[in-house]
T-cell receptor, first 118, second 110 residues
Framework: EAGVTQFPSHSVIEKGQTVTLRCDPI?????LYWYRRVMGKEIKFLLH????????ESGMPNNRFLAERTGGTYSTLKVQPAELEDSGVYFC????????????????FGPGTRLTVT | RKEVEQDPGPFNVPEGATVAFNCTYS??????FFWYRQDCRKEPKLLMS???SGNEDGRFTAQLNRASQYISLLIRDSKLSDSATYLC???????????FGAGTRLFVKA
């Protein structure tokens, strides 16, 4: 079974430019999450989709970040315009549809996109 | 105060040693608990879920104490390949919004 995939693996852009990150979850996983890790800090939750609906976007830092999941399959995270402090590793994760028990919450991570804003 | 707190370490142990990591969380309404392992410049990988009854997977044992809001991970017979950062993860808001600890770094030496 294929795992969570993310594209690109690395992106270097200039301040003010736009970048779009893509995540393909594990097939059949309704839940999709975006996280960010900036240098020296812990991984921070950004948002959670259930299928195409945003369930929780309380971690999105500001309105320069836009996440979409049209059709409930892959997701994109767009940063426009990028700022220096947006640099970090952006992880995507997915988990199965909600059922009883903790296994519903077990998240499987993609390899991340390393974003550098110069 | 951070929502999930871990001792950053590093823990330096010889092969074969037993090592224990602790983690505390501040939200008493937290609903799901996990240990993840992260190798350098890689993604976090799920190690195990943590239940109140405790659970064991080979050399790894995890415990949850809801009253004390405390999670532990015990690694027995450490291997060189256990060297990694161990992340304590707590799920809130129905279990889906996950809060990561900063991680505990483990080095296992021959």
């Amino acid at each position: 079974e294929a795992g969570v995939t993310q594209f690109p693996s690395h992106s270097v852009i200039e301040k003010g430019q736009t970048v779009t990150l893509r995540c393909d979850p594990i097939s059949g996983h309704d839940n999709l999450y975006w996280y960010r890790r900036v240098m020296g800090k812990e991984i921070k939750f950004l948002l959670h989709f259930v299928k195409e609906s945003k369930q929780d976007e309380s971690g999105m830092p500001n309105n320069r970040f836009l996440a979409e999941r049209t059709g409930g399959t892959y997701s994109t995270l767009k940063v426009q315009p990028a700022e220096l402090e947006d640099s970090g590793v952006y992880f995507c994760a997915s988990s199965p549809p909600r059922r009883g028990g903790s296994s519903s919450y077990e998240q499987y991570f993609g390899p991340g996109t390393r974003l550098t804003v110069t | 105060r951070k929502e999930v707190e871990q001792d950053p370490g590093p823990f330096n142990v010889p092969e074969g040693a037993t090592v224990a990591f602790n983690c505390t969380y501040s939200n008493s309404a937290s609903q799901s608990f996990f240990w993840y392992r992260q190798d350098c410049r890689k993604e976090p990988k799920l190690l195990m879920s943590v239940y109140s009854s405790g659970n064991e997977d080979g050399r790894f044992t995890a415990q949850l104490n809801r009253a004390s809001q405390y999670i532990s991970l015990l690694i027995r017979d450490s291997k060189l390949s256990d060297s990694a950062t161990y992340l304590c993860v707590v799920g809130n808001t129905g279990g889906f919004k996950t809060i990561f600890g900063a991680g505990t770094r483990l080095f296992v030496k021959a």
